[in-house]
C-alpha cells in the first residue's frame, strides 16, 4: 500500500493544487513568475508530480523540479512565501496530516536546488529561453 493507496479522498489533491496557484496567481511578488504559463497546466503538472512521487499513477512528464528552474532566480524568501502559501491552502482545505507532511517535505527536499543566492547563478534552459528575475514588490521595511 502506497502513502497515495492509503488517502482516502484522492480529490484532496486537486483541491489542494488549484488554491494554492490561486494564491500564487494572486500573490504580488510570485505570480511574476507564472505571468507566460497558463495556471490549468501548471496545476495539473504539479498533481501529476505529487500523485506520482506518493506511488499513484505515474502520469507525469516534465522535468524534474531539481531541472525546472536554473533560469529563475529564486531567493530564500521567495522559497518561503511559497511554501507559506502551500501550507496556508493545505490547512484551509483540512488535508491529511499524512499529504501534509509528504507534500511539504517533498517540496522542501528541493530547495537546494532551486534557491540561489546571486542571478550570476542563471542558466538557460534551452538556447532562447528567457531569465525570469524580479525583486519583491512590497518588502517589509527594515527597523531604522
Ligand atoms: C519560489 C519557488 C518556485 C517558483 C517561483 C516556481 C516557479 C515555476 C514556474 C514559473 C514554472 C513553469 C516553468 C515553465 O514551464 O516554463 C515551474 C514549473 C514547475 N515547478 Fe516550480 N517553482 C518554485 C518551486 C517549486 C518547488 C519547490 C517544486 C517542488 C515540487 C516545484 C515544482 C515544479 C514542477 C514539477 C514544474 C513543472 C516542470 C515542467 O513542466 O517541466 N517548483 N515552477
Redesign the pocket.
Known sequence: MSLYDDLTDKGIILKVADLFYDKVYEDPW?SL??KE?DQEF?TA??VD?IVGAMGGPQKYS??L?SN??PH?F?TEE??EL?TKLLEDALKELSAPESLVEFWLK??GS?KNS?VKKSPSELTPRYATDEFLNFDNPNPRKKAC
Open positions: 510570485l513568475y507564472f504559463i501548471i503538472q504539479q508530480f516534465g522535468r523540479p525546472a528552474h529563475m529564486i521567495l522559497f511559497r517533498l517540496d528541493f532551486i
